[in-house]
């Protein structure tokens, strides 16, 4: 049973190509940095794999209802330029599920 009121929730794994590493960081890094901004933005978490330095997550929490709410306000210019970039940038296709928040502590 999922929480009420819980925010929508994604982890995204990217696997980026070594080579092209500082250009896929610096890419993200602009795109978190526009997320931010938009109304429906809760936050977003960076990580690296420990044991792959190729390997990242994104973390994201968003208010809104469903993914085809998420997915209907996200038809943005910085996304659309940041998703071009990513058959240059990445091992293979961007790997996304969607997480059912149950219980939150701390």
Same mark, same amino acid.
């Given at each position: 049973?999922?929480?009420?009121?819980?925010? *929508?929730?994604?982890?995204?794994?990217?696997?980026?190509?070594?080579?092209?590493?500082?250009?896929?960081?610096?890419?993200?890094?602009?795109?978190?940095?526009?997320?931010?901004?938009? /109304?429906?933005?809760?936050?977003?978490?960076?990580?690296?794999?420990?044991?792959? /330095?190729?390997?990242?997550?994104?973390?994201?929490?968003?208010?809104?209802?469903?993914?085809?709410?998420?997915?209907?306000?996200?038809?943005?210019?910085?996304?659309?330029?940041?998703?071009? *970039?990513? /058959?240059?940038? *990445?091992?293979?296709?961007?790997?996304?599920?969607?997480?059912?928040? *149950?219980?939150?502590?701390?």
């Amino acid at each position: 049973m999922s929480l009420p009121d819980a925010p *929508l929730v994604f982890l995204v794994r990217l696997q980026v190509k070594p080579e092209r590493l500082q250009d896929w960081l610096d890419a993200v890094h602009a795109l978190i940095d526009r997320m931010a901004g938009e /109304p429906a933005f809760i936050r977003c978490e960076l990580l690296r794999d420990a044991h792959d /330095p190729s390997v990242f997550m994104l973390y994201e929490h968003w208010n809104e209802a469903s993914v085809e709410d998420f997915l209907a306000h996200q038809s943005t210019d910085y996304r659309a330029a940041y998703d071009a *970039l990513l /058959p240059e940038l *990445l091992q293979g296709p961007r790997q996304p599920q969607v997480l059912e928040p *149950l219980q939150y502590w701390g």
